[in-house]
C-alpha cells in the first residue's frame, strides 16, 4: 500500500478542492488588482479631475505604478518561493 505520507507520491486532490483552490486564486486575484487599482489611482489621479479622459501626465504615472507594482510583486513572490524551498 502506498500513501503520501509514506512517500507514494502527491496527494490525490479532489473535484471540491480544486473548485475551492481556483476560488482562492480568483479572490486573490480580485484582491490584488483592487489594490493596485486604489493605489495607482490615489498617487496618479487628483480628486478635483476636469477632464474626462486622462492626460499625459496621469496616463504615464499610471504606467509607472502599474509597472513598479508588478515589478515588486514579482520580486517578493521570488523571494517567498526561494525561502520556501530553504525550509525544505
Known amino acids: 500500500m502506498s500513501s503520501f505520507l509514506f512517500g507514494g507520491g502527491k496527494p490525490k486532490v479532489s473535484s471540491e478542492e480544486k473548485i ?42 499610471l504606467d509607472r505604478c502599474v509597472s513598479k507594482f508588478f515589478e515588486v510583486t514579482r520580486a517578493v513572490s521570488d523571494k517567498m518561493q526561494q525561502q520556501q524551498q530553504a525550509l525544505g
Open 20 to 61: 475551492a483552490m481556483a476560488e482562492f486564486e480568483v479572490d486573490t486575484i480580485q484582491a490584488m488588482y483592487h489594490m493596485l487599482m486604489n493605489s495607482c489611482k490615489k498617487k496618479c489621479i487628483p480628486n478635483d479631475y476636469q477632464q474626462p479622459d486622462l492626460n499625459k501626465g496621469e496616463s504615464v504615472c
